[in-house]
């Protein structure tokens, strides 16, 4: 693990100037985090976090992707940005980088609805960054809080109409490769209600070609005062997205003759998908209830996806999907042994059925009869327990434990083959341990011990064999994390965040695809790894005006233990990942709203395949963006914004997929590009 050439300077000028990412001036100290569970100050809570406000997710972006903001978050690492047919790939320390589309081992909550589904997958395209108020971040496993699929958890909470003034803001951007985009929001509190609505059109040619993209969004939130500390929250969450195009990877033979080409069969084939989705929440809480306060949830999501995969074969998928459920806690502070404590237990429930079909896709190009016709279904139910015990003014026990049972079945309507019905089921035990201690008022040393289990998901049990129903072959990977972490604030305007991780996983699911025309993506446990490393976050507010940021992660991600087919994998890297990510920001915020930011990463290099013969370079990414208040008038505001990303025009990759066929691996990203728009407030 080493920074890279010519970057120690600079690394030291930074660190002392964390990435908790903070609003602007806001104290570290102050920030209240929810995703653990039990709700407590980000200063008292025993695992590595990280908390981007609204200043760092909406202020002159383009609000295409998480990685604007993610970017900076110590430990995370996100691909596929420029792909909406595959979506976006985040890792958090290796969790998640085995995901061909989506996310994998990564817990995805949006207003406190589970966007992960019990089986393990997440999608984000459904993520409204223009509502976005508060993204948080635990960057760990952390199954003893939501069970399957959580290496890592990031929680979206979208705007209150409680918390943000009355009014209506209408937002245009446009930019290279025919970006535009429209946004109109409104807030309004009415004292018992409240509300908050946003909408979104999104139409993008993309960098290369078959990458258009034409997506509509629509989330709102409305809530009910019942009185005696009682509320009702509906939350309705709508998502169309007629076409994403799939661009496909390239050889790097094709990336050196043309890197805005499409892969082959791409065009041929139209590749990409087609989505409609919606979600609607209702959650209730009473902080009144008894001696502590009583909180349920409830939501349902409909997805109709269908989509062509470029290559030949079964290619063609059509799914409409089912995923409903509802959960319950109860939590309250009180004595025990004479000590305050505090605890939250409940339990939870939640179901996906995904009633899909595949279709043979002709080498020429044309839609042949069913390959596939399955129900699949996911039933997940758990119950969990969390608590804080004060043992000193100084120093807090955390502890907690939860179980679940995840079960897997496929019912098989495709008789050709004969009938490949099963099901699988899995029960695990999670749990967690952890010391909080507050040496000095704003200082904290922390440290704990976890567990996380991640079951394959539907598509991480297809059969290499070509048949229907579970791969019998395929087992949940298990891993137990250790923490070590220092956090604080000092008087001179800077914010620290410094953590040593240790995660042992075992079963290792990698994915890997078999060689001939058919790109399909299979998977198969790789043995034992170990994931360790270092990540570094610091800010300094070192004038009013001006605040900079670094973020820097030191890892190394390798197998212990792997065989397949003969060859020995031992010692290896995982494919996939960056061993060096360094991020820096500098923003300035003149008076009457004049603001600039400048950003610096550095992508340390990967390997792309087990055997780490393929090999992807480091590169560096400049980003610049700014903006001012253009009129002020009574009722009217008008703002206006512009960027430039990739300010360098580095070439460098926007994916790369792991153990690739036909040495496909790459799928470049785009060069300089620029945005600008103008938002009304009124």
């Not at 409305?222 to 929250?233: A, F, H, M, Q, V």
């Amino acid at each position: 693990m080493r920074l890279p050439k010519h970057s120690s300077l600079l690394f030291t000028g930074l660190i002392a100037p964390s990435i908790t990412m903070t609003a602007y001036g806001q104290p570290a100290a102050d920030i209240v985090v929810t995703s653990p569970i039990i709700e407590r100050a980000l200063y008292e809570t025993p695992a590595a976090m990280s908390v981007v406000e609204q200043d760092s997710i909406r202020e002159g972006q383009p609000r295409l992707k998480l990685d604007e903001t993610l970017g900076q978050v110590p430990g995370v690492f996100l691909q596929n940005q420029e792909n909406f047919a595959q979506g976006e790939r985040i890792a958090i320390r290796g969790f998640g980088a085995r995901a061909p589309f989506g996310v994998r081992g990564i817990t995805i909550m949006v207003d406190g609805i589970p966007f992960t589904l019990p089986d393990g997958q997440a999608q984000l395209d459904a993520i409204d960054l223009d509502s976005a108020e508060r993204i948080e971040v635990i960057r760990g496993p952390a199954s003893v809080l939501y069970g399957n699929a959580a290496g890592g958890v990031i929680s979206v909470t979208t705007v209150d109409g409680r918390r943000k003034p009355d009014g209506t803001s209408i937002r245009v951007t446009g930019g290279s490769d025919s970006f535009g985009k429209v946004s109109v929001s409104n807030s309004q509190n009415n004292g018992l209600w409240s509300h908050s609505v946003s909408a979104s059109a999104l139409n993008y040619d993309g960098y290369r070609d078959n990458a258009k993209v034409e997506k509509y969004l629509f989330n709102t939130k409305l809530r009910r005062e019942l009185g005696n500390d009682r509320s009702l929250t509906a939350i309705i969450n709508l998502l169309e997205n007629p076409r994403s195009q799939d661009p496909g990877a390239l050889t790097a033979e094709q990336v050196e003759t043309d890197r805005s080409q499409a892969g082959r069969f791409t065009e041929e084939y139209n590749t990409g998908q087609t989505v409609d989705q919606q979600v609607l929440g209702l959650q209730y809480q009473d902080l009144s209830a008894g001696p502590g306060e009583f909180r349920t949830k409830t939501f349902y999501m409909r997805r109709n996806f269908e989509q062509q995969l470029p290559y030949p074969g079964d290619s063609r998928i059509d799914y409409d999907r089912d995923y409903f459920g509802a959960s319950a806690d109860y939590r309250q502070s009180l004595e025990f042994a004479g000590l305050p404590f505090r605890y939250v237990a409940g339990v939870e429930a939640r179901e996906q059925r995904d009633d899909r079909t595949r279709r043979e896709m002709s080498f020429n190009g044309d839609l042949q009869g069913l390959t596939a016709d399955e129900l699949q279904t996911a039933t997940a139910l758990g119950a969990f327990a969390q608590s804080d015990l004060n043992l000193t003014n100084q120093l807090i026990l955390s502890v907690g434990g939860r179980f679940d049972q995840i079960r897997m079945k496929v019912d098989d309507d495709f008789a050709s083959d004969g009938d490949q019905s099963g099901n699988r089921t899995f029960r695990e035990w999670s749990g967690s341990a952890g010391l909080s201690f507050h040496y000095l008022a704003s200082h904290q040393a922390y440290a704990n011990i976890s567990t996380a289990f991640e079951t394959p998901t539907f598509s991480e049990f297809a059969n290499p064999s070509g048949v229907g129903g579970l791969n019998p072959e395929t087992e949940p990977q298990k891993s137990l994390n250790h923490e070590l972490g220092l956090r604080g604030e000092l008087d001179t305007g800077i914010d620290y965040d410094l953590t040593l991780f240790w995660v042992d996983v075992r079963d290792e699911l990698i994915p890997y695809e078999l060689t001939g025309p058919d790109d399909r993506t299979f998977y198969r446990n790789a043995g034992d790894t170990t994931r360790k490393g270092f990540e570094a976050a610091a800010g300094w507010l070192f004038s009013p005006s001006w605040r900079a940021e670094t973020a820097l992660t030191l890892a190394s991600y390798t197998f212990d233990e792997y065989r397949s087919g003969g060859d020995v994998y031992d010692d290896n890297r995982l494919p996939g990942l960056p061993e060096q990510v360094w991020s820096n920001r500098l923003t300035w915020h003149g008076l009457g709203g004049p603001f600039a930011t400048l950003e610096t990463r550095y992508i340390g290099d990967m390997v792309a395949d087990d055997a780490n013969n393929v090999k992807v370079d480091d590169y560096w990414l400049v980003n610049l963006r700014g903006g001012n208040t253009l009129y002020a008038g009574r009722n009217l505001l008008l703002k206006g914004f512009a960027g430039v990303r990739n300010l360098g025009d580095k070439d460098h990759f926007a994916n790369v997929r792991i153990n690739a066929s036909n040495d496909r691996y790459f799928e470049p990203a785009s060069g300089r590009t620029w945005y600008a728009g103008l938002e009304f407030i009124f």
